[in-house]
């Protein structure tokens, strides 16, 4: 049994009381100020600590919906190190030390290295707005700031025994309330095959909305692949390894009947506990649409999958 699982969202449980509070603000400072103006002022009130970033236009493919807004991309949030309500990480998360921070990679590799965010910062970093799908069967579109994950395994020289990419996330018990109790088996670790991994969609992000990550959100780096679920990008990590067998990771170790290895957007594949045929682009909490096989991102991944049974690999 797992020990944790993701509740079956309903409508009512959906918008936790702050984002509750958050709209109206947002609402009352729009009828003061203009839209604009207000969004920017609360936005920056949210995380004081991000810094601005440099960054060009991106290759990403073009999405119709707007990005969401960033208050709420910021304060309703999956990071179960700072507790499992939606609105814990905003709160809990400043206690993260993200200074200094280095990222170790190794495994499979010739040339293992540590390296520094600021030495990842120093590189040429590119805005991609993504699409993004929470198992829980919602969405948001938000405008990360960072490099495909391919440049940084150039940096290490994959060998040809590196079938798998294990992404390991930050476990501080002094600085993480939610490690304290094994709600899940930390640290958190997710994974990627190597094709996977290396698609240019793949995107090993450092910032979001034009700034660096808020802690709440994964900072100093994650991962994003847009075309899987939202657990499969491992936030605030510390490790990454090319290994030659598939990984176990921590939502597997808590449900694999749940939440297997590829985890791969798929309307056609339910949830065992709930469909997956539908989704709340937030912040419409109550109005339902249907969801894009791999997220809308087909034309660019389905080819990885050719002759697989998506159902078995779920
Ligand atoms: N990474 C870590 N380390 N811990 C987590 O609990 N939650 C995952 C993923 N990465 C999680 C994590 C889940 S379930 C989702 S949906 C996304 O982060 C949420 O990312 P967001 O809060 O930036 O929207």
Request: aromatic share 12%.
């Amino acid at each position: 049994m797992p020990r944790y699982s993701f509740p079956k969202p309903k409508g009512s449980e959906i918008t936790p009381r702050d984002v509750y509070l958050n709209r109206r603000h947002f609402i009352a400072g729009a009828m003061a100020t203009g839209v604009g103006v207000s969004m920017v002022g609360t936005a920056r009130a949210a995380s004081a600590a991000t810094q601005p970033l440099t960054f060009k236009q991106g290759a990403a493919p073009v999405l119709s919906d707007k990005p969401t807004a960033r208050e709420l991309a910021t304060t309703y949030n999956n990071y179960y190190e700072f507790g499992t309500s939606k609105g814990e990480p905003a709160h809990n998360a400043s206690t993260l030390k993200i200074k200094p921070w280095t990222v170790e990679i190794g495994g499979e590799v010739a040339k293992p290295r540590t390296i520094g965010i600021e030495d990842l910062l120093a590189m040429e970093l590119e805005e991609r707005i993504y699409r993004m799908r929470c198992v829980e069967a919602w969405s948001m579109v938000i405008p990360w700031v960072g490099m495909s994950f391919s440049k940084l395994a150039s940096l290490v020289e994959p060998t040809s025994k590196a079938k798998y990419v294990k992404f390991t996330s930050a476990a501080r018990p002094e600085e993480m309330p939610g490690v304290r109790s094994r709600i899940l088996d930390w640290p958190y670790t997710e994974g990627l095959r190597m094709d996977e991994a290396m698609h240019p969609l793949t995107f090993l992000t450092l910032g979001m909305y034009g700034e660096t990550l808020p802690n709440q959100n994964g900072a100093p780096v994650r991962i994003v692949t847009p075309w899987k679920y939202g657990f499969k990008n491992a936030k605030s990590i510390v490790r990454i390894d090319f290994v030659s067998e598939q990984p176990r990771t921590a939502w597997m170790t808590a449900g694999a009947n749940e939440y297997g290895f590829y985890a791969n957007v798929n309307p056609e594949v339910d949830h065992p506990r709930w469909s997956q045929k539908h989704e709340r682009l937030l912040p419409a909490f109550f109005a339902s649409r249907e969801t894009e096989k791999f997220n809308g991102y087909g034309a660019e991944v389905t080819s990885l999958y050719s002759g697989m049974d998506l159902a078995a690999n779920f």
